[in-house]
């Protein structure tokens, strides 16, 4: 069975670009979580998706949006790069909102 | 203000011995806690939960202990193995339960097994 799949695996953007990354859930799971991961830290609650609704938003500016498709796929956006938002940007997906997340090994986003 | 933490950065612990990562949170709302454990270019993998109601869970080598009077937890290990080598990450999730708030992630412990 394949895991938690993201996409691109490495992405490099200029300060001010937009990105949009991609996450395939796990067969059968509808809720996909987003995080952020910047180095020596946790990984960060951006958004969790259940059912292609958005059930909850950590405390990220309104730069990052999110999406879920009706094939339970996810994509996050990202407008107006900063520097700051270079880290490891992590998808988790699982069955119900609350439990058994399997995170994806990530896509390592740098701004420059 | 860091409601869950993870106040060692890295622990050395010898092959075949017990290790135990600790782990402390401030947030009395949570009320779901887990370990991660995360190698170099993967993402986190779930090693073991425990729910408030309860204060202790077992799953082979791996413990997890609760102690929510001093809103502690602690993941023990035994035996060590070489293969254990990774940081660990301890999370909580909150009554508001389905995904509203997400996880809440510590810093991460670096456990090294020393031959």
């Known amino acids: 069975d394949a895991g938690v799949t993201q996409s691109p695996t490495h992405l490099i953007k200029t300060r001010g670009q937009q990105v949009t990354l991609r996450c395939s859930p796990i067969s059968g799971h509808k809720s996909v979580s987003w995080y952020q991961q910047v180095l020596g830290q946790g990984p960060q609650f951006i958004f969790q998706y259940y059912e292609k609704e958005e059930r909850g938003r950590g405390n990220f500016p309104d730069r990052f949006s999110a999406r879920q498709f009706p094939n339970y796929s996810s994509e996050l956006n990202v407008n107006a790069l900063l520097l700051g938002d270079s880290a490891l940007y992590l998808c988790?997906?699982?069955?119900?909102?609350?439990?058994?997340?399997?995170f994806g090994s990530g896509t390592r986003l740098t701004v420059v | 203000d860091q409601q869950v933490k993870q106040n060692s950065p890295s622990l050395s612990v010898q092959e075949g011995r017990i290790s135990i990562l600790n782990c402390d949170y401030t947030?009395?709302?949570?009320?779901?806690f887990l370990w991660y454990k995360k190698y170099p270019a993967e993402g986190p993998t779930f090693l073991i939960s425990?729910?408030?109601?309860?204060d202790k869970n077992e799953d082979g080598r791996f413990t997890v202990f609760l102690n929510k009077s001093a809103k502690h937890l602690s993941l023990h290990i035994v035996p060590s193995q070489p293969g254990d080598s990774a940081v660990y990450f301890c999370a909580a999730r909150g009554l508001s339960g389905g995904g509203a708030d997400g996880l809440t992630f510590g810093k991460g412990t670096h456990l090294i097994i020393q031959p």
């Open positions: 988790a997906s699982s069955l119900t909102e609350a439990y058994g997340y399997t």
């Open positions: 425990i729910s408030s109601i309860k």
């Open positions: 947030n009395s709302m949570f009320d779901y």
